[in-house]
């Protein structure tokens, strides 16, 4: 059974390792995902805000002239919208923090090239390697 089993492994393997390349997925850089991540959250961010401060402005209005005719269900209605566009505002500021986070991991990504050390005719040498660096602040 134990022969079986590594056998079956060892097949899930084989056909990973010499399987095409689907090139139908888009290949983008790590640098690319962040920036139109950052992109994404900050174009939500400021649909809020505009949004936010609409309902406000709206609720102002109603408010104002539910004061000078005396009618309490449009001053809780306009109360309701002020109060709505004050949750919408509040809810952008993280999106907006998410949004320069992502910018910044972006910004701290970087393609450099390293010396590694190689085998090269029973000896070490010192070869370029093309990487992907990024850097994490703590």
Do not use: C
């Not at 056909?15 to 139109?36: C, G, N, P, R, W």
């Not at 539910?66 to 505002?89: C, F, K, P, Q, R």
């Not at 999106?95 to 393609?111: D, W």
């Amino acid at each position: 059974m134990k022969k079986y089993f590594t056998f079956f492994l060892l097949m899930l393997f084989a056909e990973k390792i010499f399987s095409q390349v689907d090139t139908a997925t888009a290949h983008t850089s790590l640098k690319t995902e962040y920036l139109k991540k950052s992109k994404t959250q900050k174009t939500i961010a400021w649909v809020l805000v505009a949004t936010g401060t609409t309902l406000m402005i709206i609720g102002g209005s109603v408010g104002n002239h539910a004061a000078t005719d005396l009618s309490i269900n449009e001053a809780a209605s306009g109360g309701g919208l002020i109060i709505a566009g004050a949750v919408m505002d509040l809810g952008s500021i993280p999106l907006f923090i998410a949004g320069a986070k992502n910018k910044r991991r972006a910004m701290s990504v970087s393609i450099n090239s390293d010396f590694v050390p190689r085998l090269q005719q029973g000896m070490v040498a010192r070869v370029r390697m093309p990487g992907i660096g990024l850097r994490i602040r703590l």
